[in-house]
């Protein structure tokens, strides 16, 4: 624990042998990629989740190489972190991915992969394992049909993300229970959306839809769907929600039109916007 304590505010000047390290959490240093440290964590073998957060120096991860057993890595809030090192795709045991807030990482259309987020995307087909995969507050503008090849994926979280569009793939992730697509520039959901069975939350608030699709009403398992503060919704409400049977909540921001006795989404008179919100026990 102590060892744990001194890597969280600074870089240790001396040498170590970690030898029973499990848990590597690093935040607010100004730890570099070619520490010598690394060598010697990444090296033994034990290592299942490392932590790198607010890390002011850090312009490229660490390579993964060695470090097979490792099963949750978190980057956050890397300000100067440029570029995901390769290494990453051979991490075959890896659960949990999460990389948030790290403004220098963007992947962009044909931009080369190695100065971005792009070799991640690529080859999420190698991680196969990975169950929760959270890329947020990124310069995240497209999503690569590999996405499809992530079969234990249980949780996608791509909030407050600039992507704009989900590959149809995204229809192959048979296990998805929860998809986060908040406050990003998806504009239009895919139809294969219908075919994710084991979707619990879908959560699209403050995002750009334009219209939900019918196959909405195929998810037979969502209980939750928050659609509220979609100002670009356009359109009646689909009457496909009404077969959501394990619907349990329900967030809409809804527009009253004052030529119709019923309830629309539309950004004609965004002023005119109620917030509804239902909860059924």
Request: with cysteine; proline share 4%; glycine share 6%.
């Amino acid at each position: 624990m102590a060892l744990l304590a001194k890597l969280s505010f600074g870089v240790p000047s001396y040498n170590f042998s970690p030898s029973y390290l499990v848990v590597l959490k690093i935040s607010e240093s100004d730890i570099t990629n070619d520490w010598g440290g690394w060598s010697q964590i990444m090296g033994e073998g034990r290592l299942k989740a490392l932590h790198l957060v607010s890390c002011r120096r850090l312009i490229k991860t660490p390579s993964f190489s060695t470090c097979s057993t490792l099963e949750r890595l978190v980057v956050k809030d890397c300000d100067r972190l440029v570029e995901i090192d390769p290494s990453i795709t051979m991490l075959q045991h890896l659960k949990h991915l999460e990389i948030k807030g790290c403004i220098g990482l963007r992947v962009l259309q044909g931009a080369p992969t190695t100065l971005n987020l792009g070799t991640v995307c690529q080859s999420f087909g190698n991680l196969k394992h990975l169950s929760t995969l959270r890329m947020e507050n990124l310069e995240l503008l497209e999503l690569p049909d590999s996405l499809g090849e992530m079969h234990s994926l249980q949780e996608l979280s791509l909030s407050n993300s600039s992507v704009e569009k989900l590959p149809e793939s995204i229809g192959k992730l048979k296990s998805l229970a929860k998809l986060i697509l908040s406050h990003t520039n998806v504009v239009e959901l895919p139809e294969s959306i219908g075919e994710l069975k084991r979707l619990v939350t879908l959560d699209i608030l403050g995002c750009k839809l334009r219209k939900i699709p019918k196959a909405i009403g195929m998810l037979e398992k969502l209980e939750e769907l928050d659609a509220a503060h979609c100002r670009c919704l356009e359109g009646e409400i689909p009457m496909e929600i009404g077969e959501l049977s394990s619907l349990k909540e329900l967030s809409l921001g809804v527009v009253l039109n004052r030529n119709s006795t019923g309830c629309a989404w539309t950004a004609r008179e965004p002023s005119m916007v109620n917030d509804i919100r239902l909860s059924i026990s």
